[in-house]
C-alpha cells in the first residue's frame, strides 16, 4: 500500500507483514542486527523447550517443536549448524518421552548401594568399559562411576539384585529401555558379563543384592 513521507513530501509503498512473514524475511538477510534477531529467535525456542521438557513433553509437543523449527528452512549463516543441534536436542526429548513412558508403566525397584557398588567394583576390575556395547567407558580405573552410565535391570525391574542387572553407557540404556534394541539382541552380552563377574577373584562365593 502506499503512504505519505511528510519529511519527504512524497508517496512511499509500504507492506503489511504477518508475524510469519517477518520472520521468513528477516531469516534471509544479513548483518549484525539480523543475526541478533536469529540468535534471539533461537534463544526463545530454547527456552520454551526447556519449560516445556519439565513439564513432561508429549508427543503433541514434539510435533509442535518440528513445526516451530519449519521458519528456520529460509537460509542463512549458520542455518544447517543450529538445525542439526535442535533436531538432535528433539531427538534426546524423544528418547526421554519414551523412558518415561515405559517407566509410568512398569513398577521398577531400586538397586541398593551394595549392589550398585558391587557393579561399579566389578566393572572396574573388567576394564572400565560398558559391557552392552564394549566401547563407552562407565567405570574409570580408580573406580569412578561415569555420569553417562546407567544401572539397568536386564530381565524384570522387579528383580533389582545384581543377578538380574548390570552397569551400561546411557545410549545402551536408552536403546534396550525404548526397545529401539531388542533385549535378545543383547542377552550374550549381558549373560557374558555376569559369568565374567562370577569368576573374578574373591567373588565366586559372594552375591551382592
Not at 520472520?23 to 542486527?33: A, C, P, Y
Not at 526429548?93 to 508403566?105: Q, S
Not at 580405573?141 to 522387579?158: I, T, V
Amino acid at each position: 500500500m502506499l503512504g505519505w513521507n511528510e519529511e519527504a513530501q512524497r508517496q512511499t509503498r509500504s507492506f503489511d507483514l504477518t508475524r510469519d512473514g517477518f520472520i521468513l524475511l528477516v531469516m534471509g538477510w544479513t548483518g549484525e542486527r539480523a543475526m541478533r534477531f536469529k540468535v534471539a529467535y533461537i534463544q526463545a525456542f530454547n527456552a520454551m523447550e526447556a519449560a516445556l521438557k519439565a513439564q513432561g513433553p508429549d508427543d503433541r509437543f514434539l510435533a509442535a517443536v518440528r513445526e516451530i523449527v519449519a521458519p528456520l528452512a529460509v537460509r542463512f549463516v549458520g542455518q544447517d549448524q543450529a538445525i542439526d543441534r535442535v533436531a538432535a536436542r528433539v531427538d534426546v526429548i524423544a528418547e526421554d518421552v519414551a523412558y518415561l513412558k515405559h517407566m509410568a508403566h512398569a513398577r521398577r525397584r531400586v538397586l541398593n548401594e551394595a549392589t550398585k557398588r558391587g557393579h561399579v567394583e566389578d566393572t572396574r576390575r573388567m576394564g572400565g568399559r560398558c559391557p552392552c556395547c564394549n566401547m563407552a567407558e562407565v567405570v574409570s580405573a580408580d573406580g569412578m562411576r561415569s555420569p553417562f552410565a546407567e544401572f539397568d535391570h536386564f530381565y524384570a525391574n522387579s528383580q533389582p539384585n545384581g543377578a538380574h542387572t548390570w552397569l551400561i553407557c546411557k545410549p545402551c540404556h536408552t536403546d534396550l529401555t525404548s526397545g529401539r534394541v531388542p533385549r535378545e539382541q543383547r542377552e550374550a552380552e549381558f549373560r557374558a558379563y555376569q559369568g565374567h563377574r562370577r569368576r573374578l577373584p574373591g567373588r565366586q562365593q559372594t552375591f551382592f543384592g
